[in-house]
């Protein structure tokens, strides 16, 4: 009888014995960090910049794999059934809370899921055309649309992007459906828009400050309250005519439910580190975004965000009516 008694305590023991030592030695090898969309996207290049300050903190490599499709839902579905060991973690954002509900079958539960690190950025978003669209000003953009709307494109980066959601918003404010033409990140997106192969995208500026400021696309508008200081002559969508329309790309690393607490403190004050580094905070900028308050790059910071950014978007996307399966 004792027997049974002293062995789940004996197990018990050895087990939280074991998540100390392999959290003291942690991490002992290279670390996978997801990004659930095309690499040289929005996404994969905070990823980047975030992976080589931390994996120098951490002295292991952090190495990149972007696993692609489905608006970012096969990417996080791979993160929520990795090994909570801290050796697979996910980089993701706002589109990990509207795709909750867009998908009504994801094999993971996005408020369960996942053991939160922290956010990385809250990236703002601008509203681009092909470089020889005609309307040269978010005025003229949604008066085109008006006459012209039926025939024209929106790329996104699949059903439940940050892209998507933002051509969603874009598309009830000027009352105006427009073809969503859905890729796996906005890297290809991009190229196509350069390449006039469709009309208009919504993307975060950390893939939109190049091609920008190098005149390769049409900006009309960025989707946060304030003008970019580096960008003063693009205006706010509020301020050209579109009143409170507004949303950015919040940006959240997570690491599978189950990781060891010790794990996940480790990495929360490695992303913290890594945003207070004057190296990244320049990348950051120079790609018009910056980090979050060290407050935010917090487990309990990205839970409650995530928390509540699914019930945000819930009923919207409940009542469009339009779901991804
Ligand atoms: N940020 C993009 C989006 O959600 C995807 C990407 O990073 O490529 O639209």
């Known amino acids: 009888m004792r027997r049974f008694v002293i062995v789940p305590v004996v197990a018990a023991v050895l087990a939280a014995t074991l998540s100390i030592a392999s959290a003291d030695s942690y991490p002992a090898r290279p670390i996978t960090l997801l990004v659930p ?17 931390m994996s120098k903190l951490l002295g292991q490599p952090i190495i990149i794999e972007n696993a692609l499709g489905a608006g970012g839902t ?43 690190i922290g956010l990385v950025t809250n990236a703002p978003m601008t509203i681009i055309g092909r470089p020889d669209l005609p309307p040269n000003s978010l005025q003229e953009l949604v008066a085109y649309i008006q006459v012209n709307g039926d025939k024209m494109t929106f790329g996104n980066a699949g059903l439940g992007a940050a892209s998507h959601l933002c051509g ?22 991009m190229n196509d828009l350069i390449a006039k192969q469709i009309d208009l995208t919504c993307d975060q500026t950390t893939n939109t400050t190049g091609p920008i400021e190098s005149k390769l696309v049409k900006s009309y508008a960025i989707t946060i309250k304030t003008r970019l200081r580096s960008m003063p002559a693009l205006p706010t969508a509020d301020e050209a005519g579109l009143q409170g329309f507004e949303v950015a790309a919040w940006h959240g690393i997570y690491a599978p439910k189950g990781t060891p607490p010790e794990i996940v ?30 407050d935010q790059a917090t487990p309990e910071a990205l839970r409650d965000m995530l928390v509540s950014e699914v019930d945000r978007w819930a009923p919207m996307i409940k009542a469009n009516g339009q779901f991804a399966d």
């Open 74 to 116: 096969i990417g996080a579905a791979r993160a929520a059934r990795a090994e909570p060991d801290g050796y697979t973690l996910l980089i993701h954002h706002i589109g990990i809370s509207t795709a909750a509900t867009l998908y009504r079958h994801l094999p993971y539960d996005t408020k369960t899921a996942f053991a939160p």
């Open 265 to 294: 403190k480790k990495l929360a004050t490695t992303l913290q580190e890594a945003l207070r580094d004057p190296d990244l905070v320049k990348r950051f900028n120079d790609i018009n975004t910056e980090p979050v308050e060290q």
């Open 37 to 53: 969309f095309a690499p040289g996207g929005a996404t994969d290049t905070v990823a980047r910049v975030t992976a080589q300050t």
């Open 168 to 189: 969603m918003l874009f598309m009830a404010a000027v009352n105006k459906q427009i073809v969503g033409i859905p890729y796996k990140g906005n890297a290809p997106v």
